[in-house]
Nanobody, 119 residues
C-alpha cells in the first residue's frame, strides 16, 4: 500500500507564512511527479504546485511568486513554502504523487491539511 501524509497546515494571519510537508511511504520505486492541490468550500480542486523528479515545476497562477515547492527525492518528501499568504489561500491542501511500486503506477492523494488565512 502507498500512503501520503501531509503536515504543517494551520491558522495564520494575512501576510504570514506556512510550510507544508508531504511524505510518501510504501513499497515505492519511483515518484515521477509530486505536488499540491487545494480545494476551498464550493470550489473545484485546483493546482497549487508540482515538481517532477527532474526538478521541473508547475505553479498555479494565483500562487506563482509566493509559493515554492521543493522535493527530497531520497526521502520521498515534498515541501510547499507559502509566503505572503492571503485570505483567498484558505483551503484544504492535498498532496498528490504519481508514483511506481514494483508492480504498478499509482496516482495517490493524501488526506488533506487545512490552511486558514485570517484577514
Amino acid at each position: 500500500q502507498v500512503q501520503l501524509v501531509e503536515s504543517g497546515g494551520g491558522l495564520v494571519q494575512a501576510g504570514g507564512s506556512l510550510r507544508l510537508s508531504c511524505v510518501a511511504s510504501g513499497n515505492i520505486r519511483h515518484i515521477s511527479r509530486m505536488g499540491w492541490y487545494r480545494q476551498a468550500p464550493g470550489n473545484q480542486r485546483e493546482l497549487v504546485a508540482t515538481m517532477t523528479s527532474g526538478g521541473a515545476t508547475n505553479y498555479g497562477d494565483s500562487v506563482r511568486g509566493r509559493f515554492t515547492i521543493t522535493r527530497d527525492n531520497d526521502k520521498n518528501t515534498a515541501f510547499l513554502q507559502m509566503n505572503n499568504l492571503k485570505p483567498e489561500d484558505t483551503a484544504v491542501y492535498y498532496c498528490n504523487a504519481l508514483l511506481r511500486t514494483i508492480t504498478e503506477w499509482f496516482d495517490s492523494w493524501g488526506q488533506g491539511t487545512q490552511v486558514t488565512v485570517s484577514s
